[in-house]
């Protein structure tokens, strides 16, 4: 058992591993469970959101001193994975150097796989080990780098089984690492933390590491397969490619663009005085959004709904969507999203994280742009 953290004592390896931690900068604390208030956490879409149990997640502490030793684990975890980076990469590498070679003099891979000698092809899952190949391995590896890549430049999650197996190999060999060179403490419950921050739903993980049933083959190729058709893998990993699909385009817009604030600081009073925004902040509380939420007129207008009735649940529509998408990505500064009306009408919207003239947290719905349907097939 491994020993507990002391936050108002850290050890000197302990405090050199927060330190290397921080060059990690695509790893946000909140992964590890570390909310550590508002004023911490930047303009994200999901700031102001009560958790699970009604509460701000940044109070979820009983006191300053448990507040402390979170933000301490969490900036461990961070240092353990920047550090497994290289300790993984170079070990994999070894492994399809000597897998290789024994290929080639047709010695025997599987001793190799269980033996001493191997870095990183141990920790894959035992009841595939008949389909460990240097050439397996080696795709293997290419996954490695992208997931390091990620954790370098923002991690979003796992786009296939691969990824997420090498995540948890990062994490794994870190926390050993850690607790072994840096005295660091963490142990198999924090390896549990990093898993599920990570990762999220874990259950796929924990079902490769069962023994398989019998008489079952195992293939773990299919672990290259993208688990969603709006990512993208490369082409050495899975060849096939994906289709390319106005879903995929608006996800891959969602990643990569985020919509600035039309409306910031001292403008958004304005903006509420002229009617170019509306307040909908008592219909938002509903939905757990705790900052003040302002709908784009034109996006009233857009779907039509300025001639319905003041009780009429409109804003709901706008707000459920937002909701789950706030939930999802709690992180990000805006989500895109198709926002319905009652005739058949829809807007292309985001909601958008900002703050208003005294730097306080706000959200707005914003008008994107109309959204055109595909043109019906001709007969």
């Not at 208003?356 to 019906?376: A, F, H, K």
Request: hydrophobic content about 40%; some cysteine; proline content about 7%.
């Amino acid at each position: 058992m491994a020993e507990s953290i002391d936050p108002q004592n850290l050890t000197p390896g302990q405090i050199a591993l927060i330190n290397e931690g921080r060059k990690l900068e695509g790893i946000d604390l909140t992964l590890f469970g570390y909310f550590g208030g508002p004023e911490l956490q930047g303009a994200c879409i999901g700031r102001m959101q009560l958790d699970e149990d009604g509460r701000l997640p940044a109070y979820n502490y009983d006191s300053p001193e448990d507040r402390l030793e979170a933000l301490v684990i969490a900036q461990l975890l961070r240092g353990a994975l920047r550090q497994a980076i290289p300790l993984v990469l170079d070990g994999v590498f070894d492994d399809v150097f000597a897998m290789r070679t024994l290929e080639a003099a047709e010695g025997d891979v599987q001793e190799f796989i269980t033996s001493a000698g191997a870095q990183v092809v141990d920790l894959l899952p035992p009841a595939y080990r008949r389909s460990y190949t240097a050439g397996f391995l080696q795709r293997f590896a290419v996954v490695v780098a992208e997931v390091s890549s990620e954790f370098e430049s923002g991690w979003h999650g796992a786009r296939t089984f691969a990824h997420e197996l090498a995540a948890y190999c990062i994490a794994k060999k870190g926390i050993r690492h850690a607790d072994t060179e840096y005295g660091a403490s963490l142990g198999a419950i924090d390896l549990d933390r990093a898993t599920v921050g990570l990762l999220g739903d874990s259950s796929v993980l924990e079902g490769a590491y069962r023994a398989a049933p019998d008489r079952e083959q195992p293939d773990p190729q299919g672990w290259f397969v993208p688990y969603d058709p709006a990512c993208r893998v490369n082409a050495f990993l899975y060849p096939e490619g994906m289709p390319t699909t106005e879903q995929v385009d608006l996800l891959e817009h969602q990643l990569t663009s985020e919509v600035p604030e039309k409306y910031p600081g001292p403008a958004r009073r304005q903006a509420l005085s002229s009617g170019h925004l509306q307040d909908i902040s008592p219909y938002a509380s509903r939905h757990y959004f705790l900052c003040p939420v302002a709908v784009e007129q034109a996006v009233v207008d857009a779907l039509g709904f300025s001639q319905l009735p003041a009780e009429a649940e409109w804003e709901d529509i706008l707000l459920q969507i937002a909701w789950h998408g706030a939930a999802e990505h709690p992180t990000w500064k805006s989500y895109d999203y198709i926002a319905p009306g009652f005739g058949g009408e829809h807007a292309y919207v985001a909601l958008v994280a900002g703050t208003d003239e005294r730097e306080s947290p706000v959200l707005t719905i914003q008008y994107l742009g109309e959204v055109v349907d595909d043109p019906e097939p001709a007969e």
